[in-house]
């Protein structure tokens, strides 16, 4: 059985090393949300004092990563270095779950999806328009951030 790029004992490593990372930066209470490469939850956590949303919050960052094709840390790179505007990111976040299950269903096993139709899929969810973008698409939002950093 595969699987799916990630196994169970070192998704729960990667947890476990990220949680003490964490502590010894002294950051506000985590939630860590780790996916394989199809989507699959493989490993969860949540620190006692963490928000309530932090779960959904951390699912939707780990969907997000995963459709976009990159990894989380490169997430947080793009938001930092102000090319990826934080409020883009939460919206990419919020919204993506959602949207990629119209096309792909959960559960489904991406990696077996040719990278044609994933950026086909892509290319579609960043062209519709938002009601919590004003009605603009992700692209255009994010044509119009990069524009302004010159």
Known sequence: MSNR???LVDAQ???KEALAAARKKNLPA???ALLDSG???KAFASEDDAGTQRGQIATGKANAA???GFGTGQFYSLVKDNVL???FAVCINGATNGLLRQYFPKGMDLSNVHQNRLNAVARRLNERPRETLQFYSPAEKFSECVASTG
């Open 5 to 7: 790029g990630l196994s």
């Open 13 to 15: 490593r990667i947890v």
């Open 30 to 32: 985590l939630a860590i």
């Open 39 to 41: 989507g699959h939850l």
């Open 66 to 68: 995963l459709g976009m």
């Open 85 to 87: 505007p934080e409020m």
